[in-house]
């Protein structure tokens, strides 16, 4: 009798440790999705942010220049999904990568100096280490190429093509 409860009893403890993994395992997939996700929100917005249209609307904003109410929806949408995404961050990110966000806004640079874009990508580096996407050599280099100067560098090529087919243009 006696090693009959204690049987049952071990199978009870087994079942409920299995259980208890197997919530504490769900529980660290979903912080993980949320952290991930989170970091993809505030990626995004930077970039909307970054955009060469945004910038210049944004600097008409801070120079307190009239704006129609459009541009001013704009505004208000860029500073609700910031206030989102930074309190996600806050709520999910890694110590490091709040961080890194912190060391970023610490730079009070206007525009996209070397050293804001070096925190830039500290900040996705401590997010990819997160994600635990793996080293990546080159990653500065690719980040600025395709989110930093890198889109600058080919508009500006286009717009200098542009000009100089219309000036070829004008002079025939």
Known sequence: MNEQLIGAGIAVVTLLIGWFLARWREDEKDRKSRRLES????????????RWDT???????????????????????????????????MVYGSPKVISALSDLYRIQDVGLSEAK????????????????????????????????SGPLERRQKLFEKATSELRQNETR
Request: net charge negative; charged share 25%.
């Open 39 to 50: 970091y993809a929100n505030f990626i995004e917005i930077w970039a909307v942010s970054e």
């Open 117 to 148: 874009k070096g925190a830039y990508i500290k900040l996705l580096d401590a997010m990819r280490q997160d994600a635990n996407s793996g080293k990546h050599d080159g990653f500065g280099c690719d980040v600025d190429n395709i989110m930093l």
């Open 55 to 89: 910038s210049a609307l944004l600097a008409r904003f801070f120079a307190n220049e009239t704006l129609d109410q459009s541009e001013l929806n704009l505004i208000m949408f860029l500073k609700e999904r910031f206030d989102n995404a930074h309190a996600r961050l």
